[in-house]
Structure formats: C-alpha cells, structure tokens
C-alpha cells in the first residue's frame, strides 16, 4: 500500500496510538519497574501463544489465495522449529528471572485474557478483512515504532543482552514486513468505501484492545493493583 494513499493514511490513523502508551513511554526512559518487565515477558507469551495458529488459520478459511499465502507464511515463521518465537519470549523471561515452568502455568491477566478471545472471535466470525485488520494492522504493523522506542533502555538501562533481546528486534524488522503486507492485502481487495470503513472499524477496535493489554500491565506490575 503507499504510504500516500487515503485509505493507509485512514489506517494508520485508527491504530497509531500504541506506542505512546504510559507503560511503554516509561519503560523507554528506564522509568519503569524490574516487576513492570516482567509483566511484559509473561503478558506477551500468554498472548503470543494463545494467538497463533488459531487466528491466522480462521483468517485463511474465508480468504484469497494471496491472503491465505500470507498467513501460512507468517504462521511458518512465528513456529519456525529452529527459532520458535514463543521460544525467544521464554528465553527473555528466563534472563528477567522467571521460571520457564512457572510460566506455562501461570494465569494471563483478565485484560490478555480478553484481547486474546476478542481476537479470536473477531477472525473466527468475522470476514477476513476484519482478521487481518485485528490482528496485523492493529498489532503487528505497531510493533516497529513500538519495540523501537523500549529497546535502546532494555539494552542499556535494563541491561539484557542482544541474545535476551532477539525476540525483540527481531520483530521490529518480520513485524514491519508482516503489516507492510497486510496493508497492502486490505488495499487490493477491499474496493467500495464500504469495505474501506469495514477494515477501518475492526483496526480502530483492535487498537483500543492492544491499549487495554498494556493497561493491564501498567495497573497490575506496575502500580500494584490486583488484576488476577
């Protein structure tokens, strides 16, 4: 999609907000919590994990050929056997101190809960153009600005190293190809302004979801009230 046209611009004008969410802003100034870190480590496996395969095979059942190339590919390369990316999550944990085992059985927070079910439902029941704008507009085209704003602190200030860090920057660099693409999937076959408005609504939705995922971090890791 260019970057000029009116209906990217549309797009990125409903999910733009992410990255300046309170959490991630005092993050990126070194601001926040060792327990705030944490929180991330463990909110993003819970949703990472519970996110993929299911919603990129629902998005697949109703969608084009290129569509569903598209989410097979993501999809190999979220489960790459050599370098898994829930994998690269755990490993991050595992520097933040965290016990891989403790991990698997432990309870997402009510918000990761809901983002992960909203999700779901959204590419099960939805048209595809909705899935794709739920799950790769309003999340993985985000993820670039975001990750690139929290990283220069993870490293120097939060001290982990490139190797704790690689699920990190490694998706600011797969994230920016993922939603570069789906942008461009929405713009070949959504036509009528109707379609148009359809995608927008379900990226402006999904926005104002991912936000309430970093609330529950914020709130619970950080300022200390109990979610769970």
């Known amino acids: 999609m260019a970057a000029n ?3 990217y611009n549309e797009l990125q004008k409903a999910v733009g907000r992410e990255a300046s969410h309170p959490l991630i802003t005092k993050v990126a100034r070194g601001k926040a919590s060792r327990k705030a870190i944490n929180g991330m480590a463990l909110e993003q496996w ?3 994990s519970r996110i993929v395969p299911e919603t990129f095979f629902n998005i697949c059942k109703r969608a084009p050929d290129d569509v569903i190339a ?3 590919e993501n999809f190999e390369e979220e489960t790459d056997p050599d ?3 829930v ?3 755990l490993r991050f944990a595992k520097a933040c101190g965290i016990d891989k085992k403790k991990i698997k059985v432990s309870e997402a927070l009510p918000t990761t809960d809901a983002l992960v079910n909203w999700q779901t439902r959204v590419a099960k029941e939805q048209d595809w153009p909705a899935g794709v704008a739920t799950i790769h507009v309003a999340s993985e085209s985000q993820v670039p600005k975001l990750f690139s704003k929290i990283l220069p602190a993870l490293r120097k200030t939060y001290k982990f190293s ?3 860090l690689e699920f990190w920057w490694l998706h600011m660099t797969a994230d920016q190809e993922h939603g570069g693409r789906a942008f461009q ?6 036509k009528t302004r109707a379609e148009k408005d359809k995608a927008i609504y379900w990226a402006r939705q999904a926005a104002r979801m991912k936000w309430l995922f970093w609330d529950g971090i914020h709130l ?3 300022m200390g009230y109990k979610l769970q």
């Open 83 to 85: 370098n898994p990316h």
């Open 162 to 164: 490139e190797h704790d």
């Open 46 to 48: 819970h949703w990472l």
């Open 5 to 7: 046209s009116s209906f």
């Open 70 to 72: 598209m989410e097979l």
């Open 185 to 190: 999937m929405l713009e070949r076959h959504c």
């Open 87 to 89: 994998e690269l999550l």
């Open 220 to 222: 619970h890791y950080e």
